[in-house]
């Protein structure tokens, strides 16, 4: 099975500031897909963004980006500006190209200092 | 709005008195999730059910078991709740095994 590793536990960030969370992976495929899942507390876990392995492009969706480094199987997430409400908790995923579940890590919990 | 909805969102019972968690989806997914989530931990998929197909994850627990009826409707049984039982449990649902699950808010369930 897939292993995803989130080697922080907890992280804080000044509002305004930007903060990159770290998500490491092991496979043996070539091809799957990263998430960055978003839990805040009591709320629902929601989808930050997404990316495809095949795609070179490191993926953005307004403040949030990510670093994708396939070769060393990184996938670091970047968050700019950061804002109270993304004070959350920060699940890594992995999922294999038709594969029956997401592989988490087991998150990093955001605090954004005011 | 779309959405993944689980009911309760706390429940309390006792050790060895069966509970049922519910789940229910306006997405018209075909794929509805079970993942167990402990304190500090990562979700941990419980089964999944491909349309009406039932699949088990090895090491998921007898105690366990689901039920879903219909398209929208997935329901979580813990025959006999044991103090390891006290989770969050999340439902989750995909189409097929494309992209990404979309999650409900989970049941927080406290084993007395």
């Known amino acids: 099975a897939q292993t995803v590793t989130q080697s922080q536990p907890e992280m804080s960030v000044q509002e305004a500031e930007t903060v990159t969370l770290s998500c490491t992976y092991d496979?043996?495929?070539?091809?799957?897909?990263l998430f960055w899942y978003k839990q805040p507390p009591s709320r629902q876990m929601i989808l930050v963004i997404r990316?495809?392995?095949?795609?070179?492009q490191n993926a953005t969706e307004n403040r949030f980006s990510v670093n994708f480094q396939k070769a060393a199987k990184s996938f670091s997430l970047k968050i700019s500006d950061s804002q109270l409400g993304d004070a959350a908790m920060y699940f890594c995923?992995?999922?294999?190209?038709?594969?029956?579940?997401?592989?988490f890590g087991t998150g990093t919990s955001l605090t954004v200092i005011p | 709005d779309a959405m993944v909805i689980q009911n309760p969102r706390y429940q309390v019972t006792q050790f060895g008195k069966p509970v049922t968690l519910s789940c229910s989806q306006t997405?018209?997914?075909?794929?509805m999730y079970w993942y167990q989530q402990k304190s500090s931990q990562a979700p941990k998929l419980l089964f999944h059910?491909?349309?009406?197909?039932?699949?088990n994850e090895a090491d998921t627990p007898d105690n366990f078991q689901s039920r879903r009826p219909n398209t929208s409707f997935c329901f979580l049984d813990i025959r006999s709740p044991g103090l390891g039982d006290a989770a969050m449990y999340l439902c989750?649902?995909?189409?097929?095994?494309?992209?990404?699950?979309?999650f409900g808010p989970g049941t927080r369930l406290t084993v007395l």
């Open positions: 989750a649902t995909s189409r097929d095994f494309i992209l990404e699950g979309f």
């Open positions: 496979t043996s495929e070539s091809d799957y897909y």
């Open positions: 990316q495809e392995a095949y795609k070179q």
């Open positions: 995923a992995y999922r294999s190209i038709g594969g029956n579940q997401f592989y």
């Open positions: 997405l018209n997914h075909n794929v």
């Open positions: 059910y491909y349309d009406k197909d039932f699949n």
